[in-house]
């Protein structure tokens, strides 16, 4: 069985940085494309970045480009995403997500196309 788990959230002041990890099990993270998404009170579930299995192409949402990284260490069976700079516009929950085992090239930052999802990790960013 396919399972994903997140962990690394918390609590931060406004510019400060945190670490999402997500371990899959029940499956070999390099043929799965990775997506990570959040999704805050009273809004719709948005993507923040996705990362392609064969070839690790990456791609963000404007509103965190430049500040967050998303990376994968297959040998592991781990995901994560970097966060810097954030803010208070970042506090949400968040999850990673993997995607279709045919579809290897995918990079793409709608929930939709996502087939396996974690429970979610809760960042806030307050003063």
């Known amino acids: 069985q396919l399972q994903l788990v997140e962990s690394g959230g918390g609590l931060v002041q406004p510019g400060g940085s945190l670490t999402l990890s997500c371990v899959v099990s029940?499956?070999?993270?390099?043929?799965?494309?990775i997506g990570w998404f959040r999704q805050a009170p009273g809004r719709e579930r948005e993507g923040v970045s996705c990362?392609?299995?064969?070839?690790?192409?990456?791609s963000y949402a404007d509103s965190v480009k430049g500040r967050f990284t998303i990376s994968r260490d297959n040998a592991k069976n781990m995901a994560y995403l970097q966060m810097n700079s954030l803010e208070p516009e970042d506090t949400a929950v968040y999850y990673c997500?993997?995607?279709?085992?045919?579809?290897?090239?995918?990079?793409?930052?709608?929930?939709?196309?996502?087939?396996?999802w974690g429970r979610g990790t809760q960042v806030t960013v307050s003063s």
């Open positions: 997500a993997a995607g279709p085992f045919w579809a290897q090239t995918m990079c793409v930052l709608r929930s939709s196309a996502y087939d396996h």
């Open positions: 990362i392609s299995s064969v070839d690790g192409t990456t």
């Open positions: 029940g499956f070999a993270l390099d043929s799965y494309p």
